[in-house]
């Protein structure tokens, strides 16, 4: 039972454009929404957050955007650079399991120079 | 320089060990994880600690054991009851306020089982 998809394994981008990297979740208890970024052989590092009573969220060339009735958020990054090319896990946390994330697969993002 | 340390990076055993991974922070966090990756999959919970001497069990906690004797400290036992152990392991910690939501992670460890 996969609560949080993210359903594209991996997407190529060139560099200057748009990547907008996408997640799903089926759970409505969720209210609290984080990025992350993995580059090979390291361990995630913390990218953005969103909260279920916000739609946007926006840390320089990063924005989250989370549409609740279709339980979706996305992942802007724009302009793309080369150093983004990474995996990309959407995470997703409820309000009464503090400690506890539940992770998508991962989108494996690909900057073409 | 704060921050979490994860030993070794690479680690073989042959199958029926059991093998320790190691895990210390020394940003004062209260709470600390136990995750694994497999390819093409997100990062499964394997068991938390809140706070020195308790722990909980996470989605996947069977074969594996962990111990909270100190802050810094939380090392994973991969027993040889866990079935398929060859997995890409993190470790994470967070503040007790923050909890799961401000996980800082470690760089990991493959441990490959022969």
């Known amino acids: 039972d996969q609560q949080v998809k993210q359903n594209s394994p991996s997407l190529s981008v060139q560099e200057g454009r748009i990547s907008i990297l996408n997640c799903d979740y089926t759970n409505s208890m969720f209210d609290y929404f984080l990025w992350y970024k993995k580059y090979p052989a390291e361990g995630p590092t913390f990218l953005i957050s969103i909260s279920s009573i916000k739609d946007k969220n926006e840390d320089g060339r990063f924005t989250v955007f989370l549409n609740k009735s279709a339980k979706h958020l996305s992942l802007h990054i724009v302009p793309s650079q080369p150093g983004d090319s990474a995996v990309y896990f959407c995470?997703?946390?409820?309000?009464?399991?503090?400690?506890?994330?539940?992770w998508g697969a991962g989108t494996k993002l690909i900057i073409k120079p | 320089d704060g921050g979490i340390t994860q030993s070794p990076k690479y680690l073989f055993r042959k199958e029926g060990q059991n093998v320790t991974l190691s895990c210390e922070q020394n940003l004062n966090h209260d709470a600390m994880y136990w995750y694994r990756q497999d390819p093409g999959q997100g990062l499964r919970l394997i068991y938390y600690?809140?706070?020195?001497?308790?722990?909980q069990k996470g989605d996947i906690a069977e074969g594996y054991s962990v111990s909270r004797e100190k802050k810094e400290s939380f090392p994973l036992t991969v027993t040889s009851a866990q079935k398929n152990p060859t997995a890409f392991y993190l470790c994470a910690s967070s503040s007790r306020l923050a909890g799961g939501r401000g996980q800082f992670f470690g760089p990991g460890t493959r441990l490959t089982v022969l």
């Open positions: 600690s809140q706070i020195v001497n308790d722990f």
């Open positions: 995470a997703a946390s409820r309000r009464d399991s503090n400690y506890q994330l539940i």
